[in-house]
């Protein structure tokens, strides 16, 4: 029976390991593997990793990853969960992502495996179609176990290289039954693909708050500037409207005034008249 061991952990890391006295490598090599579907927006989103099928047992495989054949000894950056795969699909060019990758890589559909599983969808590219052929016949062998069918023509227009997981999820053995030794390798209990995809997550969310924030600060210097426009339009429109309504009361004044003089010096002159021929009369 085997027992947990703590393997040697950098300082602020607590992560559990159990050694795994029988581990068989089935088959190896580097392929490029797709980010989450969030990330899936540029080229230099997938990331070259060099991937190990390890059997385990019978019927329990575990489907690793590392940054390269070097840290193959080391922790896996990640694990791709069969026992959790619901649908392998060889030539995936009906997959709804499948333009975007044609077109950014000029791939044909042989040269990559697509893999559903329960957490995330993964894309699987390689440099030749007999590479995939080979990755797609040890993952399906490694499957074996479980039922499956393959899709008809009408499920997927191309109709072969595609298999469909019938049953659920299956559930990781605890102990394992041992068989001959071939070599030893100690991975942890759970892997979950936490290095690479937490960073590609951190930095999706990061990307997201920079754009509001940008967009945030568009939206207030752009009503700002509105404000800031029709306050001084409404200050030049009142300054016209008072200066001409001020002009048109002072030309009123004006006129009132010369009205006043016109009827005074108008009395003046009939005055002196008046004064003028009553003079004369009396005389």
Aim: net charge positive; aromatic share 14%; glycine share 4%.
């Amino acid at each position: 029976m085997l027992k947990k061991s703590k393997s040697p952990v950098t300082p602020g890391e607590s992560v559990f390991f159990r050694p795994l006295s029988v581990v068989l490598k089935v088959k190896s090599g580097n392929l490029y593997k797709s980010p989450p579907q969030y990330a899936m927006k540029t080229e230099k989103s997938w990331k070259k990793r060099f991937f190990v099928l390890f059997k385990i047992s019978e019927g329990h495989h575990q489907l690793m990853y590392f940054r390269s054949s070097d840290d193959e000894g080391q922790k896996p950056l990640g694990e791709i969960e069969l026992s959790r795969v619901s649908l392998l699909h060889r030539n995936p060019q009906h997959q709804p992502k499948w333009e975007w990758i044609q077109k950014t890589f000029k791939c044909s559909p042989d040269h990559v495996v697509y893999i559903k599983t329960e957490r995330r969808d993964y894309f699987l590219r390689g440099e030749t179609s007999e590479e995939m052929n080979s990755w797609f016949s040890v993952l399906l062998d490694a499957l074996k176990d479980r039922p499956f069918r393959f899709l008809s023509v009408e499920e997927v227009s191309n109709g072969e290289h595609t298999v469909e997981a019938i049953s659920g999820p299956m559930v990781k053995k605890k102990n394992p039954p041992e068989l001959k030794k071939i070599r030893s390798l100690s991975v942890p209990d759970v892997h979950y693909n936490t290095g690479e995809e937490a960073m590609v997550r951190s930095t999706a969310f990061i990307n997201v708050l920079v754009f509001l924030s940008k967009t945030t600060l568009k939206c207030s210097l752009l009503s700002l500037s509105l404000s800031l426009s029709l306050s001084l339009s409404l200050s030049i429109y009142l300054s016209i409207y008072l200066s001409i309504h001020i002009y048109i009361t002072y030309i009123y004044i004006y006129i009132y005034i010369y009205i006043y003089i016109y009827i005074y010096i108008y009395i003046y002159i009939l005055l002196c008249n008046f004064i003028v021929c009553t003079f004369v009369f009396v005389k």
